[in-house]
């Protein structure tokens, strides 16, 4: 079994649908949590970086972390076309500066 | 500002050659963490480096080897490659500070195909 869980998708929404991507882990000495949007052929570029449990809002983008339960979301609202990319869920045990756990990634294809 | 930048772009090699793979850090940053990430799948963390030592490691085998210089870029170091190998591999950097929100930043990567 892996570390973190993700589904492949590909997830398929039309455009202003709000997106819900999950992950699910089973470290339970992870503390920091970050989501990364990768674009077909580029280097994953850092969305969303939290701490422990709760929720953060960037602009259109939620992140939530339930510890309890070992399981991370990212909610994106009014999804675009430019939101098509594949999503990363990361994690780490001390800081986002040491060894990152990643998820196999989400597909995600916005219509318009 | 220059964010992390990596050499060359494309690579193709034949099994049981050698590679080596470049990095610049970004600006201020001191720390450059390496990862393997192969088609379809999340990145994997090979190593982290920093004031020119390998200060963590994945689960790599010992063809994995890496260097940093004073001016903080790195390279990674393949030896007798396998079509396995054959992956995007990533470069991270991030500062050695004491803030809880600093994280790594990632370059475009090098696509190494082993034929």
């Known amino acids: 079994q892996k570390e973190v869980e993700q589904d492949p998708g590909p997830l398929s929404v039309p455009e202003g649908a709000i997106v819900s991507l999950n992950c699910t882990y089973s470290n339970s000495a992870f503390q920091y949590f970050m989501w990364y949007r990768q674009y077909s052929r580029k280097g994953p570029e850092l969305l969303m970086y939290t701490y422990s449990s709760g929720n953060k809002e960037d602009g259109r983008f939620t992140a939530q972390v339930d510890k309890s339960s070992k399981y991370i979301s990212l909610f994106i609202r009014d999804s675009q076309p430019s939101d098509s990319a594949t999503y990363l869920c990361a994690m780490a045990p001390d800081t986002g500066r040491r060894a990152l756990t990643f998820g196999s990634g989400t597909r995600l294809q916005v219509q318009p | 500002d220059a964010g992390v930048t990596q050499s060359p772009t494309h690579l193709i090699k034949t099994r049981g050659q050698q590679v080596t793979l470049r990095c610049s850090p970004k600006s201020g940053h001191d720390t450059v963490s390496w990862y393997q990430q192969a088609l379809g799948q999340g990145p994997q963390f090979i190593f982290q480096y920093y004031e020119e030592e390998e200060r963590q490691r994945g689960n790599f085998p010992d063809r994995f080897s890496g260097h940093q210089f004073p001016n903080y870029s790195s390279e990674l170091n393949v030896n007798a490659l396998l079509l396995g190998d054959s992956a995007l591999y990533l470069c991270?950097?991030?500062?050695?500070?004491?803030?809880?929100?600093?994280?790594?930043?990632f370059g475009p990567g090098t696509r190494l195909t082993v034929l």
């Open positions: 991270a950097s991030s500062p050695m500070g004491q803030g809880w929100t600093d994280t790594q930043y």
